[in-house]
């Protein structure tokens, strides 16, 4: 069960605040504030409002006892860079968690019906392809490639949730909050690299949220190729592979050139040498950082976290407030994640 010095201690680290920051904005020494958050001491009530102000969180959100899949404090599947900083993927990870913790507060009063769910299968009894291929029949997903693969993962009760990271080292993580899994995606990636980390993190949901392996991030990517790349479709269009048929093949499935390759690597349809000369030609001309039809693949926007804000408005008759603090916040200035933008009405 997570304590409140645990949801202090995610909240300030997901506002961006050091220690000292955070207890000067509370008129208290960082010791005080650090016995708060070891829970070595409970705040009363005085302290947790300021506390909760400081925060942009409610006090019954900060109080409240979570009972969360996986640990709050380091447990998220995260695809990023080997040499991203510690203080940038702690950061990206203490806002996940935060969401978490506040998809969980909502669900536990306003529960959802999705219309898929997210099977888990141990990797030791079912390859990455063949779990991949499970999910595809489960969904009934057509043949071909995925459109819209964010409404498809959204289909299973996954909140999804795009935020610039402030970094380009992290393409995404993702953990279970309660019954339903929160995977936050990079804002600042490439249409084609945000596909590929759904499909990536959706691999993680599937084989890794109760069992590890050590090689979790090569049976993720493995995942992400069959379920985006299904071998039997596309295995006959992965030959000469020249720039344009890869680029013909970018925009036909939604991934990135090297993507592709990789995938025709790996079903022994190109050779290391072919493996070498790709990345080569593709360095030499700039592509490794940013590849060509780029804007050919279309947006897709995550909708449910916002769509449950929305029906909250349209059929509980609740304020905009009410429904941020459903949420675990003090109010509905600057949300963006569970509810919609605000209109006003103008005067003709």
């Known amino acids: 069960m997570t304590r409140i010095g645990d949801v202090i201690l995610t909240a300030r680290r997901a506002a961006g605040l050091t220690q000292e920051e955070l207890a000067a ?12 958050e070891n829970d070595l001491r409970e705040p009363d009530d005085e302290a947790i409002a300021k506390i909760s102000e400081a925060l942009d969180v409610s ?3 900060l109080t409240h006892a979570f009972r969360l899949t996986g640990a709050i404090a380091a447990d998220a599947h995260m695809r990023r860079q080997k040499t991203t900083k510690v203080s940038d993927w702690k950061a990206a990870e203490a806002k996940l968690n935060l969401y978490r913790m506040r998809s969980a507060f909502l669900m536990r009063r306003v529960p959802i019906n ?30 071909g490639p995925v459109r819209n693969l964010t409404r498809w993962i959204e ?20 953990q279970w909050a309660s019954d339903y899994p929160v995977l936050l995606l990079n804002a600042d990636l490439t249409n ?20 590890f392996d050590p ?10 190729a069959e379920f985006l790349l299904p071998r039997h479709v596309i295995e006959p269009d992965l030959r000469d592979l020249t720039p344009p048929r890869l680029i013909a093949l970018k925009k036909m499935w939604g991934v990135s050139m090297a993507a592709v390759f990789e995938h025709a690597y790996r079903l022994g349809k190109a050779t290391s040498t072919d493996r070498q000369r ?12 940013n590849e060509p039809a780029a804007d050919a693949i279309a947006d ?7 769509n449950i804000g929305q029906t909250l408005l349209n059929t509980a008759g609740l304020s905009r407030d009410e429904v941020a603090r459903l949420t675990g916040r003090r109010e509905a200035a600057g949300e963006v994640v569970f509810l919609p933008p605000e209109t006003r009405l103008r005067a003709l």
Do not use: C
Request: aromatic share 8%.
């Open 114 to 143: 999705p219309a898929n769910h997210i099977p888990t299968f141990d990797p030791d009894d079912m390859t990455p392809a063949d779990a991949a291929k499970m999910v595809r029949a489960q969904w009934r997903i057509p043949i």
């Open 300 to 306: 897709e926007t995550p909708e449910l976290a916002r």
């Open 192 to 211: 084609d690299r945000k596909r590929w980390t759904l499909a990536h993190e959706l691999g993680h949901l599937v084989l890794h949220s109760n069992y």
């Open 215 to 224: 090689d979790v991030e090569a049976q993720a990517d493995a995942f992400a």
């Open 155 to 174: 289909s299973a009760g996954v909140i999804v949730i795009e935020e610039h990271l402030g970094t380009k080292r992290i393409d995404g993580l993702s």
């Open 59 to 61: 006090p019954e959100f």
């Open 25 to 36: 904005r509370l008129g208290i020494t960082q010791a005080a504030l650090s016995r708060y």
């Open 278 to 289: 790709f990345y080569r030609n593709m360095n030499a001309r700039g592509w490794r950082r």
